[in-house]
């Protein structure tokens, strides 16, 4: 009987199988969660993640000892981690995580780098502070410098929104001060300044009389007018303490000879007539019946601010328009006050220093003899919001000296039946001009008579 030699089915299925179960076993062993494959790179990933640790640790070290030195020269974490990927320490998406959240975990390894915050750098020119928005900071550098080298100083908590050189007027803003936020001031120049032909003038402080036909300033003559830092205690009227720090900013000489606003090459007055938010409106005016050192605002519960599209603050007597504008700002670094005859008339002969200028007068007259542009009734939000361009009052950024209303000053007179000086000019009276004085009364109040707050730094 003759056999066939040669594997039988049943043995090729049970070799099939056999080599199936080393097959198996053999992938398990490189591939399994233990397999040698999957520890060869689990052992990769800790070791990257060690020498990122060790990366990560060696810069905190260097950047904590040179961060100690006056050059400050540790690298920074941009860099950093610019090397790392260089190197395929770090993968592009880890490095954007590090960045985002300070840290990144590679196998067991949570590293954390800390969050890097960007630094600020802060702007040194009036260009590149309106460009950026800049919110200065008391403990930064303030002062910055227009497109001619003329200096501009910064209150801390303001930007600067408008005007690139003091020939054009520039313009801070509020930015964090609660109640004020948005209110905005032009930068009054003093000192020798450059304009934009190059040409070199002097704004001098001081009190000045203006010629009534050119508009040329000359040293103040004297006259029944007379500066009181103590306004409101005028003839024995009223009972308030005035802010004479500001009055004497405009007027003492410090050890090196200069006031205080010379000292700082300038200072701020508001953009506009002042202005009130959230006021509610007493309809009862007030009368010459109540007692000569009563304050009085027809705007109850008002907040002054230099935003506009505000109601113009108007209808308040000068001691109250006095109070309101010394506790605008309480800061360390400036302060607020009313106007006072120094900072007005100083105000005029700068925005009628520079030929370039005149032609934005709306007259062939200097603007200390411009009268006011509305002269039909009081506008409720300033010139600044006529449509009419040939009622609109303004100069280097300034709105309304001449137009609209008078304005309350700490300046007086010898009259006791009208102690109390506004300037400027008004609608209710044609031959009021931007230089003009009108004596009033201490209590009083009328749709004419506004005023503006100044700011020194």
Not at 274 to 289: F, K, P, Q, S
């Amino acid at each position: 009987m003759r056999r066939n030699k040669g594997i039988t089915l049943i043995a090729l299925v049970i070799t099939i199988i056999v080599l199936l179960i080393l097959a198996a076993v053999s992938i398990a062993t490189l591939t399994g969660e233990n397999g040698i494959l999957t520890q060869a790179n689990k052992a990769k990933v800790e070791t990257r993640g060690a020498s990122v640790e060790e990366e990560c640790n060696l810069w905190k070290i260097n950047q904590e000892m040179d961060n100690k030195t006056t050059e400050g020269t540790a690298q920074t974490l941009d860099e950093l981690l610019d090397s790392l990927e260089n190197r395929k320490l770090i993968t592009a998406e880890e490095k954007e995580t590090i960045k985002e959240t300070g840290e990144i975990t590679i196998g067991s390894r949570t590293i954390n780098f800390g969050k890097e915050e960007p630094t600020v750098k802060v702007p040194t020119t009036v260009k590149d502070a309106i460009a950026t928005g800049h919110v200065y900071q008391a403990s930064e550098n303030r002062e910055i410098e227009d497109a001619f080298g003329n200096k501009v100083i910064v209150p801390d908590g303001f930007k600067v929104v408008e005007g690139e050189n003091v020939t054009k007027g520039v313009v801070i803003e509020d930015a964090t001060y609660t109640n004020t936020k948005g209110s905005q001031f032009v930068w009054i120049p003093v000192g020798k300044e450059v304009t934009d032909g190059k040409k070199i003038v002097e704004i001098n402080i001081g009190r000045y009389d203006f010629n009534n036909s050119t508009g040329a300033e000359s040293p103040y003559s004297g006259g029944n007018k007379e500066e009181n830092s103590d306004a409101e205690n005028f003839l024995g009227y009223g009972n308030k303490t005035a802010k004479t720090t500001v009055y004497n900013a405009f007027t003492v000489k410090q050890a090196s000879g200069k006031t205080k606003v010379e000292e700082a090459g300038g200072y701020y007055i508001g953009r506009y007539e002042a202005r009130v938010e959230g006021g509610t409106v007493e309809t009862t005016e007030l009368t010459n019946g109540l007692a000569p050192n009563e304050n009085w605002t027809r705007y109850l519960g008002g907040t002054l601010v230099e935003k506009p599209n505000a109601q113009v603050f108007n209808y308040i007597t000068q001691n109250k328009a006095a109070d309101l504008c010394r506790s605008m700002y309480i800061s360390t670094i400036f302060e607020s006050d009313l106007m006072n005859s120094y900072a007005w008339d100083t105000a005029i002969v700068f925005l009628q220093a520079f030929d370039d200028r005149k032609e934005e007068v709306k007259t062939k007259t200097y603007y200390s003899q411009q009268t006011s542009l509305n002269t039909e009734n009081p506008t409720n939000t300033g010139t600044n919001n006529i449509e009419d361009n040939t009622k609109q009052d303004t100069v280097c950024n300034i709105w309304d000296m001449a137009s609209n209303c008078l304005e309350w000053s700490t300046e007086t007179n010898d009259d006791s039946r009208g102690p109390c000086v506004a300037r400027g000019g008004s609608f209710h009276c044609s031959t009021d001009y931007t230089s003009h004085w009108s004596g009033s009364h201490l209590f009083g109040a009328n749709d004419y008579i506004s005023f503006r707050p100044l700011l020194i730094v």
